[in-house]
């Protein structure tokens, strides 16, 4: 016989579990200074900026 789990507990566990996750997230998002989110923001322009230079024009956009 399997064991005896409490629902209650088991979802209050639950929540907190996915309450203390979505702290840690906003925590390493808003811990953060200005200017260590100013570089952050520069790198992922950076790479979009590399990374839409190394596109390629599709055919349909040659036809029209």
Known sequence: MG???NLRRARK?????VKDEAAQA??????RSKAERD???????LETA???A???ES???DQT
């Open 3 to 5: 064991e005896i789990v």
């Open 26 to 31: 906003n925590r390493a998002a808003h811990g």
């Open 54 to 56: 190394h596109r390629r």
């Open 39 to 45: 570089l952050t923001a520069a790198q992922a322009r």
């Open 50 to 52: 590399k990374l839409d």
């Open 59 to 61: 055919e349909t956009d």
């Open 13 to 17: 566990a639950r929540d907190k579990r």
